[in-house]
């Protein structure tokens, strides 16, 4: 499998081979920045914004880099989703989008085409709004303090009713795509197995010591018999590696706008609201966000506090095993905290 980027050339073949208007000048490419959150995904996939010309439109190609490594030590949610799984996701939010249009536009792609075929598998998506290729894309948690507190506040609400959007797409069944045939309906089951599979795999490569994986399991019979996980009664689309990092911005005309919201498809899956990674108060997510994403709030009660630890808890053991399934260097410091920080909280943390 080639591990190259994707050359204009190559974009130009993408676009014609799908499109009934295919370019006529080579596009312009460029590489979307990638997030700390995902390390297994960046390391089989890249994205890519391509803009062309004649006739003006700006293209999202998701291109598959490597074939996902044979490992014993991993588990569902790990492995990042298929190239064909992330597609069927993709356009199960444009159907649901389409049907239900949000109150103010987002720019999630809209799916185009997928490719499956080796060497370069890929999926094509469309932007909703064209943008200009001369204006790089910038991530929203890199330019948030530098910004006025309305801009700043404008940007988040927008990102808050994108959250809801997402969350509004349902399904019967709970977990990743690799789960579905499991017919998982309770969310306590299935985030249950995720994170048990999550602490035996993190034990077994020395990220977590046998003392602390007893204890944790204690703790989680504790949030199990007084039910933690089970209010979820429809499961949501939710992307738990998605925060701030996943926001793109551009300036239109010297104004900031929403440009690309990308929730990381790889790691997309079926359960509870709360698990999505902007709504960690490591992320402290900001009032204006919370007034964007609606009512009822994510978190009220302390049992809900609770919960959300435990999805601190499982994240960081994600993206941990994550990085050091592909062997690369991660900013995973972070991911380090998050752990530790839970762990604590946990012993004495609420179920009731």
């Not at 920045?33 to 439109?57: I, M, N, Q």
């Not at 990092?245 to 104004?255: A, K, L, N, Q, R």
């Amino acid at each position: 499998m080639p591990s190259s980027h994707l050359t204009p050339l190559e974009a130009k073949d993408i676009l014609a081979a799908h499109l009934p208007q295919p370019p006529i000048e080579l596009p312009v490419v460029s590489l979307v920045p990638s997030t700390d959150a995902d390390p297994a995904a960046r390391a089989r996939f890249r994205s890519y914004l391509v803009h062309s010309s004649k006739p003006a439109a700006s293209y999202l190609v998701t291109l598959q880099i490597s074939e996902p490594l044979e490992d014993t030590a991993t588990v569902p949610f790990s492995v990042p989703n298929s190239i064909q799984a992330q597609f069927k996701l993709l356009c199960s939010l444009g159907a649901h989008i389409s049907s239900e249009p949000p109150p103010i536009p987002l720019p999630f792609p809209v799916p185009v085409a997928l490719n499956a075929d080796v060497p370069r598998p890929y999926i094509l998506a469309r932007l909703p709004v064209p943008l200009t290729a001369s204006v790089p894309l910038r991530q929203l948690a890199a330019v948030r303090d530098s910004l006025p507190p309305e801009g700043a506040a404008s940007l988040d609400l927008r990102f808050g009713v994108a959250l809801r959007t997402l969350h509004n797409l349902q399904s019967e069944w709970c977990g990743p795509p690799t789960l579905e045939k499991e017919g998982l309906y309770s969310w306590q089951e299935a985030f249950t197995l995720l994170l048990e599979e999550t602490l035996s795999a993190a034990e077994s490569t020395g990220l977590v010591s046998a003392v602390d994986l007893t204890a944790l399991r204690g703790y989680l019979a504790r949030a199990i018999g007084a039910f933690l996980f089970d209010d979820v009664e429809v499961p949501s689309l939710v992307a738990p590696t998605i925060g701030a990092e996943s926001v793109f911005i551009t300036d239109v005309d010297g104004e900031l706008q929403l440009a690309l919201l990308l929730p990381s498809l790889a790691h997309v899956l079926y359960g509870d609201p709360l698990l999505e990674r902007a709504f960690s108060p490591s992320e402290a997510p900001s009032r204006a966000l919370l007034e964007g994403y609606g009512a009822p709030p994510p978190i009220v009660f302390a049992r809900q506090r609770t919960k959300r630890v435990w999805y601190d808890l499982y994240l960081g053991l994600v993206v941990l095993l994550g990085a050091r399934r592909v062997g690369e260097d991660q900013n995973t410091n972070w991911a380090v905290k998050l752990v530790e920080q839970s762990r604590i909280s946990l012993k004495d943390a609420p179920c009731y």
